[in-house]
């Protein structure tokens, strides 16, 4: 490159970053502008109707949605304990109320409730100084394995997941004495799905298969982005109308094995 050339191109690059917001090491331009947005009160939800081998343990966490600086504040009751909490069967709108738990504070349960695999599921919340709040969910089918491809060595384990079109998500656990070892699938709709695990277990220890199928809404919940992310907009992820928060439905599988 001739002398000429080479000024010309260094004048260049230095005018280029004195014109520029940012020194060549930084991202970029970041937005100035602070959009303002409406508050709008309301509840604030997370219920999961969970089909397991228990009846009572679904459950609706309930408090009402507030701004940053309302958390502190002693006076403003984020705690919600006076709330009607109905759960209706979709086939033949029997009603289940679940109503505030006296051991678990803001959480509203109903010991008897135990969900049908393949139903929808109704919520509806009622306050007196809030929005109703309304939401549906359609309980996953219990996850289950293909026995006969279940192989068990001294550095492996592996099975075939048979999933099934309403799940939408899975999380497989194998847990042990000596570890928990945890593994996330996002459903492509019915078929076999492959699992494997080098669990570290000694001769006669005893492992626990553990595997969540979740419905639509949790799906949704569990794989939203959460970090927070300085000059980024996240949108606020929820699954309910007339408020804030996920409603959905897990399904869940456990199987005990010996080495």
Not at 122 to 144: F, G
Not at 167 to 181: A, G, Q, R
Not at 184 to 194: A, D, H, I, K, Y
Request: charged share 20%; glycine share 6%.
């Amino acid at each position: 490159m001739k002398r000429s050339n080479k000024i010309t191109f260094a004048i260049f690059v230095v005018v280029l970053i004195g014109t520029a917001c940012d020194l060549p090491t930084e991202p970029g331009p970041q937005p100035t502008t602070i959009i303002k947005t409406k508050f709008e009160r309301g509840l604030n939800i997370l219920g999961i109707l969970r089909l397991d081998d228990s009846t009572g343990t679904s459950f609706i966490h309930v408090e009402q949605a507030c701004r940053t600086e309302e958390i502190y504040d002693v006076e403003f009751p984020i705690i919600i304990e006076d709330a009607e909490v109905v759960v209706r069967k979709a086939t033949d709108t029997t009603t289940y109320l679940f109503e505030a738990d006296t051991v678990w504070a803001w959480t509203y349960t109903n010991p008897d409730f135990f969900p049908t695999a393949g139903e929808q599921y109704a919520l509806t919340i009622t306050h007196s100084e809030l929005d109703t709040l309304t939401a549906t969910t359609e309980v996953p089918v219990k996850p289950a394995i293909d026995t006969t491809t279940l192989t068990i060595s001294e550095s492996i384990l592996s099975f075939d997941l048979l999933t099934t079109t309403d799940t939408y998500l899975y999380d497989v656990y194998l847990i042990s004495p000596s570890d928990s070892l945890h593994s996330r699938f996002s459903n492509q709709g019915e078929g076999v799905l492959p699992v494997a695990f080098n669990p570290s277990v000694g001769p006669g220890q005893v492992m626990t298969i553990h595997i969540y199928g979740y419905d639509a809404n949790l799906a949704e919940y569990l794989t939203a982005v959460t970090t927070i992310k300085y000059q980024t907009y996240l949108e606020t992820v929820t699954t309910v109308t007339g408020g804030y928060g996920a409603f959905g439905s897990v399904s869940v599988f456990k199987m005990e094995l010996s080495q």
